[in-house]
């Protein structure tokens, strides 16, 4: 099931426009904390296609704008998160001023399907977010953005987990019987934790 963008006006302001010539911008990744000395940062991923997205030289354009553009110098995986080096980034210190930086790629890909339906905010705030049989949390909002909105979702313990609403990542939406079900990508609930985390005074650098 295909879940179609729903259009706002922000929406439209940003180029959000079939019709449009002019590539679209998609958020891929916000980075997290730095990871190590020289200059890597974990990344919350917000696609599902990594392997294509995360390659060297590869160049984001960046919010805020004052953070980039930044260009891939490495990408690999350390379990089940992803650590970027950018050939701009080239210490901790670095790496902690763009910490939270949202990182986007210019594309001409929009979904095929029609825009003139899809699912509310109203709709799905309070929804249960499933991970197979377990509960993970409620969602909170939907933020909708150019190409791909965004859900958040509170677990219980109080964080905010922002979820791709994607079909690959939210395959069912069922509002009947109050859930969604989500298929996260490996350490995409890692990620948004660690990224809400803030610095202990102290502690050592990461492995």
Do not use: C
Request: charged letters at 30%.
């Amino acid at each position: 099931m295909l879940y179609p963008t729903i259009i706002t006006a922000a929406a439209l302001r940003r180029g959000h426009n079939k019709n449009s010539e002019e590539p679209m911008q998609l958020q891929v990744a916000r980075i997290g904390k730095p990871h190590g000395i020289r200059g890597e940062v974990t990344v919350q991923v917000l696609t599902d296609a990594p392997s294509e997205r995360f390659v060297a030289g590869t160049e984001f354009v960046v919010e805020p704008a004052s953070a980039g553009p930044l260009t891939i110098r490495s990408a690999r995986w350390n379990k089940d998160i992803l650590l970027l080096g950018f050939e701009e980034i080239a210490d901790r210190n670095a790496a902690e001023v763009i910490r939270g930086a949202k990182l986007f790629i210019e594309t001409e890909e929009l979904d095929d399907e029609d825009d003139d339906e899809g699912w509310y905010e109203h709709e799905l705030v309070g929804l249960e977010a499933r991970v197979g049989s377990q509960v993970v949390g409620t969602v909170a909002a939907l933020t909708t953005l150019p190409v791909q909105d965004l859900l958040t979702v509170k677990t219980p313990d109080g964080k905010e987990i922002l979820i791709p609403f994607v079909d690959e990542i939210v395959p069912e939406v069922n509002v009947e019987d109050g859930y969604i079900l989500v298929t996260p990508p490996a350490g995409l609930f890692e990620i948004n934790e660690s990224t809400a985390e803030e610095p202990k005074e102290g502690a050592g650098d990461d492995a």
